[in-house]
């Protein structure tokens, strides 16, 4: 579904807001610091959020490693969720790494989160490892998830 938001980078004067979303869905919510460097590093991170009537519904922060794209976050404000925020996000994101020629997409979400794991699920992102207490804060477990992003280019026409 296309939704009533619109996606854009995220700037320095969104911190504030992010960071509420942050601190509301994530058991080890980012820095103010953190955030601030993952919003202005252009080179590697791309981190964009989906505003309606100027507020942030939701935030996504994927960085590039080569030809890999890793997500490092996905949050919808609370009481946003389910509307496909993420999934528009996501689009989004696809959208753009196909431009720059990324194959491969990796990520870490807690065992526990079934929620994220389906939304994923819809991307191809499948389990691949376990990283044991990778949550601090929790001790929780984290799934390693892989996708195959096959670059469109590379479909070709079909054999005669
Ligand atoms: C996980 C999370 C990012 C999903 O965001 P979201 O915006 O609710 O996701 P979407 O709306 O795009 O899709 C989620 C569900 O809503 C459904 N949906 C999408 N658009 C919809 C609409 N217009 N009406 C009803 N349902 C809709 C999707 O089918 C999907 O269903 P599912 O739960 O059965 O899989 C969000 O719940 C969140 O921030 N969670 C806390 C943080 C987190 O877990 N982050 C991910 C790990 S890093």
Do not use: K
């Not at 504030?16 to 202005?40: C, H, K, M, N, Y």
């Not at 194959?103 to 376990?130: D, K």
């Amino acid at each position: 579904m296309s939704g009533d938001w619109t996606i854009r980078r995220a700037e320095r004067r969104d911190v504030r807001e992010l960071l509420v979303i942050e601190q509301a869905q994530f058991p080890e919510p980012w820095s103010r610091g953190l955030l601030l460097d993952e919003i202005t590093n252009h080179a590697t991170r791309r981190y964009t959020v989906a505003v309606q009537d100027g507020r942030i519904l939701g935030c996504l922060g994927v960085m590039f490693v080569i030809d890999e794209l890793h997500v490092n976050t996905l949050g919808v404000a609370p009481g946003e969720e389910g509307r496909g925020v993420a999934t528009s996000l996501l689009d989004d994101a696809w959208a753009d790494a196909a431009l720059r020629g990324i194959i491969r997409a990796t990520l870490e979400v807690a065992v526990s989160n079934q929620r994220a794991q389906r939304l994923y699920g819809r991307y191809g992102f499948a389990p691949v490892g376990v990283r044991r207490r990778y949550y601090e804060r929790t001790g929780e477990d984290a799934l390693v998830m892989w996708a195959d992003l096959a670059p469109r280019v590379a479909d070709g026409p079909p054999d005669a």
